[in-house]
């Protein structure tokens, strides 16, 4: 099972933050330039008129210059900082908050939802495999439920239309989760036949009715699939030869 990407969420945020971080420089550059340019003092001096706006009169009571010109630029500079500010901290707290939320109203409907569930095919692992797995299964009565560690995977299987847990299937409290005491299958769909194994050992435990159906590499891993209690094993690249040669 290939592992996710751990940054993507804060590659994310940054990608967010760019337009406002760079509206906020942007507005910066300008309000400095614009100083300079019109008040004739320095870039010193320009970077504290935007921290001390009232800094702006009293320059003006000792200065001569376009004191009605610099403040008017000055209201415009300000506010447009205001909002940009306003922006920035706007898109961290939903990055941070709203995500979350929505995450976990999206856990909560679905933990319901399982609770009532009943002769369920749990699906562990949504790669390619278990995507075609699922999807073939969804074309019948059976309801699917998939659990899958990789967050993209995840929320694929949500946006497919499948009930879905975001965690380790070969994990107690996943399976557990998932119903497998009430469920009529449990399918190790997961590209690592190690990993398939230990979900057959575990949901042999949990559930000796259950009826597995395990994904393996090889004929030497159907071998110990079957010795620790899968019901049918498939082996990918056999199935596909087998279908490759009645098509001949």
């Not at 110990?224 to 087998?242: H, L, N, Q, T, Y």
């Amino acid at each position: 099972m290939e592992h996710s990407d751990s940054t993507g969420p804060d590659r994310s945020l940054l990608r967010r933050l760019s337009r406002p971080v760079l509206a906020f420089v942007g507005l910066v550059a300008a309000g400095v330039f614009g100083f300079v340019t019109f008040g004739g003092v320095g870039v010193v001096n320009a970077l504290f008129w935007l921290l001390d706006p009232t800094s702006i009169e009293l320059h003006f009571q000792t200065h001569e210059g376009p004191a009605t010109l610099v403040k008017g630029y000055a209201i415009v500079v300000l506010t447009g900082l205001v909002v940009a500010g306003l922006w920035i901290g706007e898109t961290v707290l939903s990055a941070a908050f709203g995500g979350q939320i929505q995450q976990e109203l999206t856990r909560m409907q679905i933990s319901q939802r399982l609770q009532e569930l009943d002769d369920h095919i749990v699906v562990c692992g949504y790669g390619t495999f278990g995507q075609t797995v699922a999807e073939q299964i969804g074309g019948t009565d059976a309801q699917v439920v998939v659990i899958e560690k990789q967050t993209e995977q995840y929320e694929r299987a949500l946006d497919d239309g499948h009930l879905a847990l975001e965690a380790d299937a070969s994990r107690e409290g996943a399976l557990t989760d998932a119903g497998i005491k009430r469920a009529d299958t449990v399918i190790g769909a997961i590209d690592d036949t190690n990993a398939n194994i230990q979900i057959a050992v575990l949901a042999s435990q949990l559930a000796p009715t259950v009826q597995l159906i395990v994904r393996a590499g090889d004929r030497q891993d159907e071998t110990v699939a079957r010795r620790v209690g899968a019901d049918e094993v498939i082996i990918p690249e056999v199935v596909s030869g087998k279908q490759v040669c009645e098509r001949l």
